[in-house]
């Protein structure tokens, strides 16, 4: 199983990093690289189009300002999408990502996680895969349960 992580840009890469971080703390095998909807449009193409083929099962992308990549990867490609709007130097405090990643027409589907929440993206991207795979979902239910032990150990602390 192997999830992809794309960006427009390297300035999105500190915030990308998160899914990356938590897809190789699950096992999952990734593929990260640049591909820029506005600037590499052939590269987009040959990487929405040929996914499948090459053995991805789930497509994180992100990107900020228009933030059309997610859109665009999502239009051309079968599998699931999960965009990630970055709030970049050239961003409307995030909110022109958050629309043109959220905001897509019907039949384009796109996941669509928090601004900067590239951690959930990956979180999202390992249960889309749990749902076909044991081993994942055995982790995943062993990460939901030490989410719910961090918050009652801080409860029973705050007591003290």
Do not use: C
């Not at 859109?71 to 909110?95: E, F, H, Q, T, Y």
């Amino acid at each position: 199983m192997k999830v992809a992580v794309v960006m427009g840009s390297i300035s999105d890469m500190p915030v990308m990093q998160q899914a990356i971080d938590i897809l190789h703390e699950f096992g999952v095998e990734t593929h990260v690289d640049i591909v820029s909807a506005h600037r590499t449009p052939e590269k987009l193409v040959n990487f929405s189009t040929n996914a499948h083929i090459n053995g991805i099962n789930v497509i994180i992308a992100g990107a900020g300002g228009a933030a059309h990549l997610p859109g665009m990867v999502a239009s051309m490609s079968p599998l699931p999408v999960i965009g990630v709007p970055v709030k970049s130097s050239n961003s409307i405090d995030g909110w022109d990502s958050v629309l043109s990643i959220l905001q897509m027409p019907g039949g384009v589907p796109v996941a669509t996680v928090a601004l900067n929440g590239a951690k959930n993206a990956g979180l999202l991207a390992v249960q889309i895969l749990a749902s076909q795979n044991a081993e994942l979902l055995e982790k995943m239910i062993t990460y939901k349960q030490g989410l719910k032990e961090t918050v009652l150990k801080a409860a029973e602390d705050l007591k003290k």
